[in-house]
C-alpha cells in the first residue's frame, strides 16, 4: 500500500524556520518526483514545489510565493522528503500536503499543519 | 504561469441534481504531440487530502463512481455530478498539469 506521511508542523513566529518531512512507503521512492502543496484556511489548494528523481538530476521548481524562501529535497537511502522553509510569514499557515508516485497526484499524506503567529 | 479560473465559486444542488463546475484556463493544455489534455479534477473534504476524481480531462480514477464525469478541450472544461449525493458535498478544484508551475483553480464549493 502506497503510504505519504508528513511531518514537523509546529507554531512558529514570524520569520521563522521550519523543516518538514514526507515518509514514503509501498513503492520505490527513488523512482517518483515529490511534490508539496498547501491548503491556506479559506484558501484553495497551491502547489509549492517539486523534487525529481537522480536520473533527473534531482531537479527542483518552486511556486512564485515561496521561491527563495522553501527548499524542496530528498534523501533516497531513507525513503524520505523535505520541505525547508526559511522567512517564514503569516500567510504560509496551512496545511501542508506531499505527494508522489505520479502527476496528477493521486496519492497524497494527510497534511500536517503549520502556523505562523507571534 | 498558466491562471486557471473555476465558475461558480459556490453551487447549491439539490439531492439526485445536476452539478456543474466550469474550469478555464489562459492557454491551452492540449498537447498536440499526444492530443491529451493536461487538466485534472479533484474532490476535497476537510480534514482529508484531496482526492483525484478525474485525468486528461475525462478520464474517470479507478473507483469514482460513473456519476462523476469530465469534459471539455483546450482552455475550456467541465466536471458534471449527474446525481448528486449527500457524500458529494465537497470543494472541487480543477488543476493543469501541463505545464510548472502546476496551477489550481481556486475552487467551487458544491453544497445540498
Known amino acids: 500500500e502506497v503510504q505519504l506521511v508528513e511531518s514537523g508542523g509546529d507554531l512558529v513566529q514570524p520569520g521563522g524556520s521550519l523543516k518538514l518531512s514526507c515518509a514514503a512507503s509501498g513503492f520505490t521512492f527513488s523512482d517518483s518526483a515529490i511534490h508539496w502543496v498547501r491548503q491556506a484556511s479559506g484558501i484553495g489548494l497551491e502547489w509549492l514545489g517539486r523534487v525529481r528523481t537522480k536520473a533527473d538530476d534531482y531537479a527542483t521548481a518552486y511556486a512564485a510565493s515561496v521561491k527563495g524562501r522553501f527548499t524542496v529535497s530528498r534523501d533516497d537511502s531513507n525513503n524520505v522528503a523535505y520541505l525547508q522553509m526559511n522567512s517564514l510569514k503569516t500567510e504560509d499557515t496551512a496545511v501542508y500536503y506531499c505527494?508522489?508516485?505520479?502527476?496528477?497526484?493521486?496519492?497524497w499524506g494527510r497534511g500536517t499543519l503549520v502556523t505562523v503567529s507571534s | 504561469d498558466i491562471v486557471v479560473t473555476q465558475s461558480p465559486d459556490s453551487l447549491s444542488v439539490s439531492l439526485g441534481e445536476r452539478a456543474t463546475v466550469n474550469c478555464k484556463s489562459n492557454?491551452?493544455?492540449?498537447?498536440?504531440?499526444?492530443?491529451?489534455?493536461?487538466l485534472a479534477w479533484y474532490q476535497h473534504k476537510p480534514g482529508q487530502p484531496p482526492k483525484l476524481l478525474i485525468y486528461?480531462?475525462?478520464t474517470r480514477e479507478s473507483g469514482v463512481p460513473d456519476r462523476f464525469s469530465g469534459s471539455g478541450s483546450g482552455t475550456d472544461f467541465t466536471l458534471t455530478i449527474s446525481s448528486l449525493q449527500a457524500e458529494d458535498v465537497a470543494i472541487y478544484y480543477c488543476?493543469?498539469?501541463?505545464?510548472?508551475?502546476?496551477?489550481f483553480g481556486q475552487g467551487t464549493k458544491v453544497e445540498i
Open positions: 505527494t508522489g508516485l505520479g502527476n496528477p497526484f493521486k496519492y
Open positions: 492557454q491551452s493544455v492540449l498537447y498536440s504531440y499526444n492530443n491529451k489534455n493536461y
Open positions: 486528461w480531462a475525462s
Open positions: 488543476q493543469q498539469y501541463y505545464l510548472t508551475p502546476q496551477t
